[in-house]
């Protein structure tokens, strides 16, 4: 059965989307089968792996409009597989607030899935929104990316507060698989002093590796690709490596 990962950050612009097809990817390159779940009505991370948005979709699987199986596209690495979004997962956040069991609708529609994957990893919006509460409570852990600056640690007191009611109703299973923080820029004193703050009082929970800033991580999703076919070489993509050996190693 896979283990279901997802990536939360009410916070927008934190690399959410970039750190889970990069972990993705590199799952999917240690010779695991992988599934990237986009459920961000942005679509982004359907772009970022150059799989098509057009139905079915995200939606078409929540609403029983088409099966699981035929939902999956196939990206360019061999044992990596994404379920896509378009805009029309936006209307499924007002259709599923007067549906009963409104927060089980993913995890019900991935059940048939889970015996063909070994990960799935699911990509929600920056909100704490209905859909936000579906990756929750259809994931094992949650993996939270966090920006090296100080309205990111009030963010995370936040965001830690949502996965304990989440734990306590919808999901007592779930846990925090980690924090990892993004766009690291080692010659700022503010971000020295956030990841110290934060290693000091989350401990264990923090990975180890650090994403710094990589200009060729921001170009990598307009070219419908994750960084370990843009540019294997560049810093970015050597610190998402290290961090989905991490992930893979945790568990």
């Given at each position: 059965?896979?283990?279901?990962?997802?990536?939360?950050?009410?916070?927008?612009?934190?690399?959410?989307?970039?750190?889970?097809?990069?972990?993705?990817?590199?799952?999917?390159?240690?010779?695991?089968?992988?599934?990237?779940?986009?459920?961000?009505?942005?679509g982004?991370?359907?772009?970022?792996?150059?799989?098509?948005?057009?139905?079915?979709?995200v939606?078409?699987?929540?609403?029983?409009?088409?099966?699981?199986?035929?939902?999956?596209?196939?990206?360019?690495?061999?044992?990596?597989?994404?379920?896509?979004a378009?805009?029309?997962?936006?209307?499924?956040?007002?259709?599923?607030?007067?549906?009963?069991?409104?927060?089980?609708?993913?995890?019900?529609?991935?059940?048939?899935?889970?015996?063909?994957y070994?990960?799935?990893?699911?990509?929600?919006?920056?909100?704490?929104?209905?859909?936000?509460?579906?990756?929750?409570?259809?994931?094992?852990?949650?993996?939270?990316?966090?920006?090296?600056?100080?309205?990111?640690?009030?963010?995370?007191?936040?965001?830690?507060?949502?996965?304990?009611?989440?734990?306590?109703?919808?999901?007592?299973?779930?846990?925090?698989?980690?924090?990892?923080?993004?766009?690291?820029?080692?010659?700022?004193?503010?971000?020295?002093?956030?990841?110290?703050?934060?290693?000091?009082?989350?401990?264990?929970?923090?990975?180890n590796?650090?994403?710094?800033?990589?200009?060729?991580?921001?170009?990598?999703?307009?070219?419908?690709?994750?960084?370990?076919?843009?540019?294997?070489e560049?810093?970015?993509?050597?610190?998402?490596?290290?961090?989905?050996?991490?992930?893979?190693?945790?568990?």
């Amino acid at each position: 059965m896979a283990k279901t990962f997802v990536f939360v950050n009410q916070k927008g612009g934190v690399g959410k989307t970039t750190s889970a097809i990069n972990i993705g990817a590199y799952i999917a390159l240690a010779g695991k089968k992988v599934l990237l779940v986009d459920f961000d009505s942005q679509g982004n991370m359907s772009s970022g792996v150059g799989v098509s948005k057009d139905k079915p979709t995200v939606y078409e699987l929540l609403s029983g409009e088409s099966e699981p199986q035929d939902t999956i596209k196939h990206t360019m690495i061999k044992t990596l597989d994404a379920i896509s979004a378009s805009i029309d997962l936006s209307g499924a956040a007002i259709e599923l607030v007067d549906q009963d069991k409104r927060e089980y609708f993913l995890r019900d529609a991935l059940e048939p899935l889970k015996d063909k994957y070994d990960y799935i990893l699911i990509d929600c919006p920056p909100s704490l929104g209905i859909l936000t509460l579906n990756g929750l409570a259809a994931a094992d852990a949650v993996l939270v990316p966090m920006q090296c600056e100080y309205f990111a640690l009030e963010g995370i007191t936040l965001l830690l507060q949502t996965v304990k009611k989440v734990q306590k109703s919808i999901n007592p299973n779930l846990v925090i698989g980690g924090i990892f923080f993004t766009m690291y820029d080692s010659r700022t004193r503010l971000a020295q002093d956030v990841v110290l703050q934060v290693k000091s009082y989350f401990k264990d929970v923090v990975f180890n590796t650090i994403i710094p800033r990589n200009v060729r991580l921001s170009e990598a999703p307009s070219h419908g690709l994750p960084i370990c076919k843009y540019d294997p070489e560049c810093a970015g993509a050597k610190s998402y490596e290290k961090l989905a050996g991490e992930v893979i190693s945790r568990g």
